[in-house]
């Protein structure tokens, strides 16, 4: 410590962290505080104090350093130093049953130790601990690669900054473990966020999700994460006597090092122990502090685990049995039907609000007209709702001994509700479709909204609710007339001040520098997604030739097959869909333009080709440029990287050549059928 700081006050500073992070850990780990939340704030307030007086003493690992990270631009990428993996799930008894008799077969024994936890519904992070300072955290992401989220996880008070030092502290400690959103506070965040009228979160999983991504780590602290440790990933335990033999002491050490670890961990014997365990935390689950979508079952000793490996990129060594998808009653109040952007028509069923797999549900889709009839779903029934993860919920079954009388059967409309139009259903297609178009404002709406999206145009603020606005205001019709607004006519909107109105005309004008990839996925043509955008981009290099191209033309695109094919056609053949690109460029929309290139993508590509003799209708340039426009290429003379000698009338010595060689030769309609057959194949 710097001379300038009295030893007493760096002796009090010391007392005061190590009792801060003991009452942390009583409150936040062991949830049983040993002292008032005043008593807390007291020896909080005393330490800032302190530090105020001597900066030097404000450490990084001091309990009042844990927000102190300015915002950041965004989150780095990081390998993993061992990947993070994921478990593989067992639905059913028999499947639970399948894992452990695979257990026992590969390690040739009669019964195996599990060492058992619940499986906590949050988000996997990785920590590090260097000399026991915690230096690094990063999420999970795709397993091998996360994002550095170092100044978020600091904010959670579960996690310790400090580890308490024996002597035996391994150098390097990867901990892995799962960021969570108590019930409790997840109840009070939505509580305050419908108080201010904003957004309700769906469940704890994504609030917590969203806290641990927020770019000011004020924000993250202000959500009241939590943190449980189940394992570790690279640990160098050199300076122990003697490493762990098994998971269950892994999770002791931890334990001891006052890391936060289920308290509902235990050790278990064979299937039955594991099954008794099961339905044990079953029965619990709902007490439990924090939601849980199953258990885990882990081979306890660590040189089993180890003898047992991995199969792709889940252990074989241990499973997560779920628990099933929650299931509740309620009742029907109506049935109505949904406009997508394509004009789709998508019957929801609109429900009294029921709690069921951590959420409220109101709405269940029905998907389509076949699959209402199929559950003969009608308004005033009792339904079987279910929700499991993060999929939409949905109608089980009708409980028909409940339905009242008279309830009747469900018709789709015969006209789009949102604009009057005839809704047709194409034999074949189990969607029904409005034939609004551009009339329909559900669809004009979707589209806009599309349009506008982040991976589109990516106009920021252009949302839900000023689209609605500006769509049943009529002061927005097509996309070209985003480019239209001024400040002062969006500012007349209600609840849009000057300010965020000339946001959103900023937002707007930035766009006009977009990319030819982003503006022809922005125009919504059915079934072009995002990657199909890009293949068109670089296939034609620019805007004019992909509207003039012809179905063959399309043909040729990477990945493009025949249904795409008609449908871009049918997209630009659209007089109105071409008048609106055609405002969009007046308006400044620009990109920049490329050469094409369908080198990369064509049928032909990987193939050379030599040409010899005259063609019965090619010119020899016509030949070349056919066979290049298909990604392949022409050489002047056969040799063994030679694919193919396209050989006419007189042909001379380059036939000779490709005979000795073993080149293949073809003539001009053979050349024509290999561009038609590998069409599409
Ligand atoms: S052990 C090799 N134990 O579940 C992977 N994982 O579906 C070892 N999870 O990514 C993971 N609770 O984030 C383990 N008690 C628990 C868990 C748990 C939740 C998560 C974990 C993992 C995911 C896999």
């Known amino acids: 410590m710097s ?8 002796e009090r500073a010391a007392d005061l962290r190590a009792a801060i992070d003991k009452h942390n850990y009583h409150y936040y780990v062991e949830d049983a505080p040993a002292i008032s939340d005043e008593e807390y704030d007291g020896l909080f307030h005393e330490l800032e104090a302190l530090e105020r007086d001597y900066p030097e003493l404000a450490t990084q690992d001091s309990p009042t350093q844990r927000v102190g990270a300015a915002p950041a631009a965004g989150f780095a990428p990081v390998t993993h130093r061992l990947p993070m993996l994921s478990l593989n799930n067992a639905f059913t008894t028999d499947e639970a049953a399948a894992f452990d008799r695979r257990v026992r077969e590969i390690l040739r024994v009669d019964a195996v130790d599990y060492e058992v936890e619940p499986k906590f519904d949050g988000l996997a992070v990785s920590l590090t601990y260097e000399r026991g300072a915690f230096t690094f955290g990063a999420t999970r992401g795709d397993g091998f690669t996360g994002e550095n989220v170092t100044a978020n996880l600091r904010t959670i008070r579960a996690i310790p900054l400090k580890l308490p030092a024996d002597g ?23 509580a305050a966020q ?49 490493p762990p033999a098994t998971q269950a002491a892994v999770m002791d050490f931890l334990a001891e090092l006052r890391l936060p ?3 509902e961990r235990a050790v278990v014997r064979g299937l039955d122990g594991v099954l008794a365990y099961y339905r044990g935390i079953g029965e619990k689950r709902d007490g439990l502090a924090y939601q849980i979508d199953g258990v885990v079952y882990k081979v306890n000793d660590l040189a089993q685990q180890e003898r047992l490996g991995f199969v792709s990129r889940a252990p074989r060594f241990a499973v997560a049995h ?10 029907v109040l109506a049935v109505e039907v949904q406009v997508g952007r394509t004009g789709a028509i998508t019957p929801v069923a609109r429900l009294k609000p029921v709690f069921v797999g951590g959420v409220t549900v109101t709405n269940a889709t029905l998907h389509n007209e076949d699959e209402v009839r199929r ?12 929700r499991a993860g ?29 604009c009057g139009s005839a809704i047709v259903r194409l034999p074949d297609e189990a969607i029904a479709r409005c034939t609004g178009g551009l009339v329909c404002p559900a669809q004009v709406k979707q589209a806009l909204l599309h349009f506008a999206s982040r991976r589109a145009m990516d106009i920021e603020g252009m949302g839900d609710k000023l689209v609605d606005q500006l769509v049943e205001g009529k002061v927005v019709r097509t996309a070209a007339d985003l480019y239209k607004l001024g400040v002062a006519g969006l500012a007349e909107l209600e609840r849009m001040a000057e300010k965020s109105a000339a946001n959103v005309v900023a937002a707007i ?9 982003r503006f022809i996925y922005a125009l919504g043509i059915r079934h072009v997604g995002e990657t199909t955008a890009k293949d068109l981009a670089r296939h034609f290099g620019g805007l004019d030739a992909l509207l003039d191209a012809d179905e063959a033309a399309l043909l040729d695109v990477h990945d493009v097959g025949p249904v795409l094919a008609q449908s871009i056609r049918q997209f630009f053949g659209e007089p109105h869909n071409r008048e609106i690109i055609a405002q969009l460029r007046a308006a400044g929309v620009q990109w920049p333009e490329g050469a094409p290139q369908r080198a990369a993508t064509g049928k032909l590509h990987g193939l050379t080709f030599v040409l010899t003799g005259t063609l019965p209708t090619l010119s020899r340039e016509d030949a070349k440029e056919l066979i290049e426009s298909h990604g392949g290429k022409v050489a002047g003379s056969v040799s063994k990287k030679t694919n193919y000698l396209v050989a006419g009338d007189d042909p001379g010595s380059k036939l000779e050549r490709a005979g000795e060689l073993g080149v293949p030769v073809l003539d001009e309609q053979q050349l024509k059928a290999t561009i038609n057959r590998r069409r599409g194949g």
């Open 509 to 517: 004008d930035k766009s006009r520098r977009t990319t030819l990839a």
């Open 194 to 242: 419908a108080a201010k009228g904003e957004r309700l979160f769906v469940n704890p999983r994504n609030a917590a999700a969203g806290g641990l991504r927020q770019l000011d780590p004020k924000m993250t602290a202000a959500r009241g994460l939590t943190f449980v440790a189940y394992g570790v990933g690279q640990v160098d335990w050199g300076s122990r006597g003697r």
């Open 390 to 418: 993060d999929v939409i919920p949905e109608v089980v079954r009708v409980v028909v001994e409940k339905r009242p009388k008279g309830a009747r059967e469900f018709s789709l409309p015969r006209k789009c509700p949102e």
């Open 261 to 263: 670890v289920a308290r």
């Open 322 to 331: 779920k628990f099933p998808a929650e299931e509740m009653p309620t009742e």
């Open 168 to 190: 035996t502290l391994p150098s390097l400690l990867e901990i892995r473990g799962e960021v969570l959103m108590n019930k409790r506070d997840f109840e009070r965040l939505n």
């Open 3 to 10: 001379a300038g700081v009295p030893r007493k006050a760096a």
């Open 375 to 386: 559950k003969d779903v009608r308004v005033g029934d009792t339904v079987i709702v279910r």
